[in-house]
């Protein structure tokens, strides 16, 4: 891929990236990747991690303080913990020119939205955005310049939402190589409560009831399923919190099918078992690896 796989007009001429981790470290890394030549500027609550992700040429430049990296920037992406982002959104729009862009990668989009509904300082704009990509890792170290590629990428724009903006956080992303979906706030975040919100509590549940002295025994089907539970609690305590409302109906609907496992084993209905094995891996083949 490179960039001339991607017409669309430029998205930026500088980028800010608020918080250098696994997702802000991989997003500097494939706009390098990829022959951005805006600077690339980062900023978080650690310096010497930046000195870090600079010294490994993720990022062009470190900024002492969000306001500093704003004020730098025509378009900023805030990758911090969810439970810190409308705090550094607002911190950013207020160091900002007027037209530039906001947008963060967090995976709850409704609380954020809400709170950053009403126009921002400075004529900034900001729009929601949540990239499908990552991993149980943390960190910087962890950066991949590819992570983005074939992905999909949800942005959460209102009745408010300029076009041109949009034009621009969608042309972003594509950049990165992801496909772009538009959604309401609340509907993504109804629908990441199944698809991720809820797997993470499943696995996280499932690594707590085997005791460590039966690790012995545990085969792939076991590590491959509980891998995601390996996230940072801190990161996914905001998350789970965030989404509570969604993730309670997403648990409600789980609670009703794993019961219908435990009755179909207690009444040893083979008949019952195999239909629900059957749909499970009817839907499993067809998500795909």
Known sequence: MS?????????????????????????AAGLKRL???GPVIGAGRNRARLEQAH???????????????ASSADLIVV?????RIVEDVRAAADACHPGTLLTDAGSVKQHI?????????????????????????????????????GRVCVVT????????????????????GMS????????????????SHLPHVAAAALADAVPPDLYELAGTGFRDTTRIAAGSPDLWVGILLDNAESLL????????????????????????????LGVAKQNRDALGR
């Open 180 to 195: 772009v979906l538009e959604m309401p706030a609340d509907e993504h975040d109804a629908a990441l409560a199944r698809t």
């Open 55 to 69: 010294a490994r040429g993720l990022i062009d430049s470190i900024a002492d303080d969000v306001a500093t990296a």
């Open 35 to 37: 022959g951005f030549t």
């Open 113 to 149: 939205c809400r709170s950053l509904e009403n126009a921002l300082p400075g004529g900034a704009t900001f729009i929601g955005s949540h990239p499908l990509a990552g991993s149980e890792k943390r960190g910087f170290e962890h950066a991949d310049a590819h992570l983005f590629e």
């Open 249 to 276: 109906a997403a648990l409600d609907a789980y609670a009703e099918r794993f019961q219908d496992f435990r009755e179909a084993v207690a009444r040893r209905d083979a008949a019952r078992l195999r239909q629900l």
């Open 3 to 27: 960039r001339q796989s991607h017409p669309s007009p430029p998205f930026a001429t500088s980028v800010a990236v608020i918080g250098v981790g696994l997702i802000g470290g991989s997003i």
């Open 157 to 176: 724009p209102d009745g408010r939402t300029p076009p041109e903006a949009l034009h621009r956080l969608k042309a972003f992303w594509r950049f990165l």
């Open 79 to 83: 990758s911090t913990p969810v439970d």
